[in-house]
């Protein structure tokens, strides 16, 4: 695959274009409500399988059922964009991560979470990718990484309170509420898609998903991010089953997707000045770090300092990958890098999901975060190699 070189900077021109425009406010729209949708239900829906009599193992299935979904939702979207456009495509998505979460405020049971979450998972999936790419062409390509971070801001929003919200509606107010809220997000959302562009001029040739997974260029950053996802997965979905300060708990979730965020802005910007290529390395080693700290699971101080740490690394891992790979190719491949990076992202989340629980089992969980840890810095082989590769398209 051959790559294209983005020379823009702040430096090339006296005038700046606008970041912020009307499409790209009504696209924050549809961003919003598939954001608060699923985050919302994240962590709940593990910890309503496993109460609902699914058992201690229920959660791994849970979670892994609704990345693998959205995996394989993500690797087909592509090509729907391209035959119907992105209007009904990511409708479609919208409501698919909506509607079955209906299901769960009326029955239960291990088959029909199951169930729910690989629809909702086939839906995330399209409405990320096809409105991922929609967000990526209309965003200037001199300010692509302060624009990826305040698409960040936007999506982090909910994780933020959505992520320990629903968890907490569900103990105390009930689990219909949740998965009512969760349902009428992307829903309401899809509103607002007849007011976005159907189709946007794609210049340069073809990069296609076969490209995509032979180039290295696109691959290697995708790796790193997806080490850090693999942690993601794991922190959303077993945290409040390993540490036994339900307070502690709420607070690192509500901790980690802000620092997240924060880092992701402040990437952005750093990015757009100075390059992204030289942040990929940094941001791994201290998403571990994090991570490691989470394995003193009886200390509520290390919990909260973990995952503000893991969610700092996390950050950054998330604006500098995905401004590198859109940076490599020209934006006929804008879909293509949307799904190869959220299926490192969401695929790494399942594998580390179902993974960590079968170690857990045989471990505990401290253990299992320590381990987590390390095979996290597995992937500081493909970091070293891209920051000194010659296709570095900064």
């Known amino acids: 695959m051959t790559t294209t070189i983005d020379s823009s900077s702040p430096e090339a021109g006296s005038v700046r274009p606008p970041l912020v425009t009307r499409a790209l406010l009504v696209r924050f729209v549809s961003l919003l409500g598939s954001s ?29 059922a609704l990345m693998l979904a959205t995996v394989v939702g993500e690797l087909a979207t592509p090509a729907l964009t391209a035959r119907y456009g992105y ?8 409501v698919l991560l909506g509607a079955p979460a209906l299901l769960l405020t009326a029955t239960g049971g291990m088959a029909v979470v ?12 399209i409405a990320l990718v096809a409105g991922g790419a929609l967000t990526a062409s209309l965003i200037p390509a001199e300010r692509r990484g302060e624009g990826l971070a305040l698409v960040g801001v936007v999506s982090g929003l909910p994780s933020l309170f959505g992520l320990p919200l629903g968890v907490w509606l569900g103990q105390h107010v009930g689990w219909g509420w949740v998965f009512a809220i969760g349902a009428a997000a992307p829903l309401a959302a ?46 959303v979905t077993f945290l409040p089953l390993a540490v036994p300060s339900g307070g502690a708990v709420a607070v690192a979730l509500l901790v980690q997707p802000g620092a997240a965020t924060l880092a992701r802005w402040l990437a952005g910007r750093h990015g757009d000045r100075h390059g992204s290529a030289g942040l990929v390395l940094p941001a791994l080693p201290v998403a571990a770090a994090g991570v490691l700290l989470l394995a ?3 200390s509520p101080a290390a919990v909260i300092a973990g995952a503000a740490v893991f969610g700092t690394g996390f950050g950054i ?32 989340m399942g594998i580390g999901a179902v993974a960590f629980g079968a170690v857990a089992g045989g471990t505990g969980y401290s253990w299992a975060f320590a381990l987590t840890a390390a095979v996290m810095l597995a992937a500081l082989a493909p970091a070293w190699r891209d920051r000194g590769s010659a296709a570095v398209a900064e």
């Not at 919302?40 to 609902?52: D, F, G, T």
């Not at 209007?87 to 919208?94: E, Q």
């Not at 040739?205 to 942690?231: E, I, K, M, Q, Y």
């Not at 790979?325 to 959220?342: F, K």
């Open 36 to 64: 608060t949708g699923f985050n919302l239900l994240l962590s709940a829906v593990p910890l309503y399988a496993q109460e609902s009599g699914g058992g201690e193992h229920a959660a791994g299935p849970a979670t892994g």
């Open 87 to 94: 209007r009904w495509v990511l409708a479609a998505g919208l």
């Open 114 to 125: 199951v169930a729910v979450c690989l629809l909702r998972g086939v839906g995330f999936a």
């Open 190 to 235: 899809v509103a607002s898609v007849p007011a976005l562009p159907d189709r946007t001029r794609a210049a340069g040739p073809a990069v296609g998903l076969r490209d995509g997974l032979r180039s290295g260029a696109l691959l290697r950053p995708a790796t790193v991010f997806a080490a850090t996802a693999l942690a993601a997965g794991i922190v």
């Open 296 to 298: 003193w699971t009886d």
């Open 317 to 348: 891992a998330q604006n500098a990958t995905l401004a590198l790979m859109y940076a490599r190719v020209p934006p006929a491949g804008y879909g293509t890098v949307t799904a190869l990076w959220n299926v490192a992202y969401d695929g790494a």
